[in-house]
Nanobody, 126 residues
Framework: QIHVSESGGGLVQAGESLTLSCRVD????????MAWFRQSPGKEREWVGC????????RYAGSVKGRFTISIDVPEFAAELRMNSLKVADTDIYYC???????????????????WGQGNQVTVSS
């Protein structure tokens, strides 16, 4: 059984940094993509960024590009989302998602991902 676990959310002030961690257990091979999405009640889910199994070609939404960085540790089935220069607008519940794929290019559609974490609240105060 595949299980995605997340950690690292919390409350920070605007301008500060926070790192979210994601780990997946139960995958049978090391060809997978990882992504982060965020969503608040009443809002649509928003793609934040993703990374392929090589770790060489992460992709980011325009709203976070230059501030957020995703890294992956393929043998450990883990990834991190490093969030710098956080803004109040970044306040949301962040979800890690995993897709088994032989393609290194990671998609930005939530329907592409098979396995999801429980979500982590990130709150940025002014």
């Amino acid at each position: 059984q595949i299980h995605v676990s997340e950690s690292g959310g919390g409350l920070v002030q605007a301008g500060e940094s926070l790192t979210l961690s994601c780990r997946v257990d139960g995958l049978r091979n090391t060809y997978y993509n990882m992504a982060w999405f965020r969503q608040s009640p009443g809002k649509e889910r928003e793609w934040v960024g993703c990374i392929g199994w090589s770790g060489k070609n992460p992709r980011y939404a325009g709203s976070v590009k230059g501030r957020f960085t995703i890294s992956i540790d393929v043998p450990e089935f883990a990834a991190e989302l490093r969030m710098n220069s956080l803004k109040v607008a970044d306040t949301d519940i962040y979800y890690c998602a995993v897709k088994e794929s032989s393609y290194d290019w990671c998609p930005d559609g939530d329907y592409e991902y098979n396995y999801w974490g429980q979500g982590n609240q990130v709150t940025v105060s002014s």
